[in-house]
């Protein structure tokens, strides 16, 4: 015979006082709720950054302000690069976003007016009410299972989750610098191993992402390791890619070295175990995603133009994605470079190709197509992992590119007013937020893999002190009068790029 359950007889009992607190409480959190919607500024939505991003015809660093210190190059230095390369030098909940921008255009309205703020308002104010409606029944049947605490708690979740944007914010000061050191750290790459190339300056290093309105923790790499623990991860793209994932082999060296593996014939795609933890981490260079033929060398040198595939995915990737738990993908820089369009079997076009013969497509076209192909092997895949799409990373360039004498000798973050985005980090990002937004909601739909904006693109921009520079070899200017290659688009290790890692353990928990 099964006892029916008794009810709390305790002073604060629910039921013995007819709910009464209950309903109090609850009404005073709605109460609050609508009044930080309609009176405060935590809950605005900027239906703005919904739109694609605006370019522009300056060029970014022409428009900066001069308040951002610089590393003086000795005299006799002349930082150049090779001449022979050509290259042409833009989140949240997907649902609300697709809502809101129909419901913008439908009214009409103007920034300043915060319809979007309503709109956010009445879909937690649903979400609420259906919460309450089941609080209710289970605490008509069981109250002594219902703790108030997680009634707050779960309430004021709904309002951390809907108020913190975590790729917007400022970079702030931390004292307590990086977690690791080129001497701690053993996997860093030569290339971005600033201090032991020589970099005078150290302030790069004591800065840390502070989102706005709400609290980024320092990565945890016991945390993560726990949570990995019998799991794979990959990263899948280009160097910036592997600049990333050398980031968190440093991290993570703090709790466990890991142990390679595998690498390729060019050590550009690698494989760790931690042995302790079962846990497998990979970097697959793919730098465009796609079936590709590249004549170039390490050093960035082209021998012949870059044949590219639009219609085939790359099978480097594909034929393990079967393998990874997560995976952090991302395209980017490599479509700016002079390549020609197969697609079913022919050469359609090409990216700056003069003298070919051929249709200019543009690169815009050739990412659009690449990224369609991609989001659409992710979403009807059977195997479902959890997937970061990063969006592309700015360079810092200034007065050239890196093939004809540009440089970056910027020692502070820039404010969020001291630069634009450029024109083309502009249409690449807006490219990457529309296919993923489409990708997000047919994945969401089919119940595919769960896809997650790791939207580094503005963050990264504000941090024009962070690249190797000329520090990207061993004390350059030794040698009196050499030619300096610089490096404004990788990231120096320990560097802002940690951040990145601070951002994806988030989004993890």
Known sequence: MVKGMRCDTSP?????????????AVSCLLAALVFRLLFTDSFTFSYSSLLQTKTTTTTPLQTTIAESPLISFPPHASPD?????SQTSPKGNTNFASHAMVFVSAVGVSQNVPILKLYGFFSIFWELVFFFI???????CCPDMISFKLLIRTTMGYLDAEKCDLFVGDWVRDLSGPMYTNESCHVIEDHQNCMRNGRPDSGYLYWRWNPRGCELPKFSPNKFLHIMRNKSWAFIGDSIS??????????????????????????????????????????????????????????GVSSSEIQLYLDTLDNKWTNQYKNFDYVVMAGGKWFLKTALYHENGTVTGCHYCPGKNLTELGF???????LKLVFGFLTNSNHK??????????????NGEWFSGGYCNRTVPFKEDQIEMSDVDSIMRGIEVEEFDKAAAKSSS???????????????????????????????FAIANAKVQNDCLHWCLPGPIDSWNDILMQMLS
């Open 242 to 299: 592997r600049n990333h994932v050398q980031s968190l082999l440093c991290i993570l060296s703090q709790v466990e070295a890991a142990d390679e593996v595998y690498h390729d014939e060019e050590y550009r795609s690698k494989i760790w175990k931690f042995p302790s933890h079962n846990f497998t981490l990979s970097v697959i260079w793919t730098p465009f995603l796609i079936k590709a033929d590249i004549f170039e060398d390490m050093n």
């Open 134 to 140: 089941n609080l209710q029944i289970s605490i008509n």
């Open 446 to 476: 089919l119940g595919g893999a769960k896809l997650k904006l790791l939207d580094t693109t503005r963050l990264s921009l504000l941090r024009p002190d962070g690249h190797p520079g000329p520090y990207r070899e061993l004390h350059p």
């Open 364 to 370: 815009d076209y050739a990412y659009r197509k690449a």
């Open 81 to 85: 690069f090779p001449g022979n390369q």
């Open 12 to 24: 604060f009992s629910l039921h013995k006082h007819n709910h009464v607190f209950l309903k109090f």
């Open 385 to 398: 992992p959890i997937v970061f799409f990063r969006t592309t990373t700015p360079d810092h360039f200034e």
